[in-house]
């Protein structure tokens, strides 16, 4: 079975400052790791993915994360936010193994809030 | 171009009273996923169709079914609604391919009122 931590429930930040949102997994087998967004009152979005080869990941919205196998991590990073990042970040995995088990295991998300 | 389309965006249905979501896709995949969001909290899967083979979590309570009919279409019913059943409810479809890739795209979702 895997599982996901996402260490900080919220993270304020002054808008142009770095962020780095931080998720920790666990899993007896290799996955896939995703990171997905959430605005207010809307669907999730992928913001970005991992699935093998670069351990850095790049995606839509100046975000970027690093796979870490040795640590079981895969943090959020921007080096510079906007008001408009304000959202909630959700990182998920999944297994890699081929057949029925199709599911997310997701973490319970982290509340990023830029302020002016 | 919206590829997930949920309706409607907002439902206020009745303590009890059966209640029907509805998603559909312009993806053509063969996976439809039925979510539920409660406030400040992550999504929790409820049950999944991979074509027409229905795939319940086995802590879904009896009250919500899920009918496909086709690849485009997947609703989901709450047949007695209760106060517990509101929150969001996202549907989501993914491609099944080669090496297995559980990318998921996230309709807009239906966020549930019960009074």
């Known amino acids: 079975a895997q599982s996901v931590t996402q260490l900080d429930s919220q993270v304020p930040v002054f808008e142009e400052a770095p962020v780095e949102l931080r998720c920790n997994y666990s899993s007896s087998v290799s996955v896939y790791l995703f990171w997905y967004v959430q605005y207010p009152n809307q669907g999730l979005q992928l913001l970005l993915k991992?699935?093998?080869?670069s351990t850095l990941v790049k995606g839509i919205n100046g975000f970027e994360a690093e796979f870490n196998k040795s640590q079981t991590s895969f943090h959020l990073r921007k080096p510079s936010v906007h008001i408009s990042d304000t959202a909630e970040y959700f990182c998920a995995v999944s297994d890699r193994r081929a057949g029925n088990n199709r599911k997310l295991i997701w973490g319970l998300g982290t509340s990023l809030a830029v302020n002016p | 171009d919206a590829m997930v389309i949920q309706n409607p965006r907002y439902q206020v249905t009745q303590f009890g009273k059966p209640v029907t979501l509805s998603c559909s896709q312009t993806l053509n995949h063969n996976v439809m996923y039925w979510y539920q969001q409660k406030s400040s909290q992550a999504p929790k899967l409820l049950f999944h169709y991979y074509d027409k083979d229905f795939n319940n979590e086995a802590d879904t309570p009896d009250n919500f079914q899920s009918r496909r009919p086709n690849t485009s279409f997947c609703f989901l019913d709450i047949r007695s609604p209760g106060l517990g059943d509101a929150a969001m409810y996202l549907c989501a479809t993914s491609r099944d391919e080669r090496p297995l890739n559980t990318e998921a795209f996230f309709g807009q979702g239906t966020r549930l009122t019960v009074v």
């Open positions: 991992y699935l093998s080869g």
